[in-house]
């Protein structure tokens, strides 16, 4: 299986509708806005997602979650997203897993590089989100398109009645 392991605060930096977020300072929203993106990404291409999040200033231990889908790490106290997920690279990765590593840290994509990872850039990742949703899009029209349609026509009063009685009211 192929795992893309996520620089949080590095694509939140990059990416525009995450930087405008940034600039309002809601970074929790631009974090609720990425991980939401990357259920997308891993619904589409199948890949593990993790995404990692520096938390090295804030005192705790570690914290992991799941949410939709998607695992997400805060680091824990004086630990950074890169060293965090150069751990990670070196857990993961074996003969049978291709570890991707999205972030535009030139030099944290040189480390994981090293390691057997590879980078993605994240306008690189921007992009293939961007072609995601053209893909996705596409898909919801053609299946649209070949619903059948009832050939009986009915009143908007029984529409509404059906649709009451589907929703159990």
Do not use: C
């Not at 192929?2 to 974090?31: E, M, S």
């Not at 751990?87 to 480390?111: F, H, M």
């Amino acid at each position: 299986m192929d795992v893309l392991l996520v620089d949080g605060y590095n694509i939140i930096g990059a990416w525009p509708d995450l930087q405008a977020l940034k600039k309002q300072d809601d970074f929790a929203a631009a974090r609720d806005r990425l991980i939401d993106r990357m259920s997308e990404y891993k619904a589409y291409t199948g890949m593990r997602v993790i995404v990692v999040f520096d938390a090295h200033f804030v005192p705790g231990i570690e914290t992991k979650v799941k949410q939709y889908q998607v695992e997400v790490i805060y680091t824990r106290e004086k630990e950074t997203a890169d060293e965090r997920i150069e751990k990670l690279v070196s857990v993961l990765k074996n003969i049978k897993t291709q570890i991707y590593v999205a972030t535009s840290d030139y030099t944290e994509q040189w480390t994981v590089f090293s390691q057997g990872a590879l980078r993605k850039s994240a306008r690189e990742l921007y992009n293939e989100m961007q072609h995601i949703d053209r893909q996705i899009t596409a898909r919801v029209v053609q299946q649209q398109q070949q619903q059948k349609r009832s050939t009986i026509t009915f009143s908007e009063d029984i529409k509404k009645q059906f649709e009451k009685w589907r929703r159990g009211q």
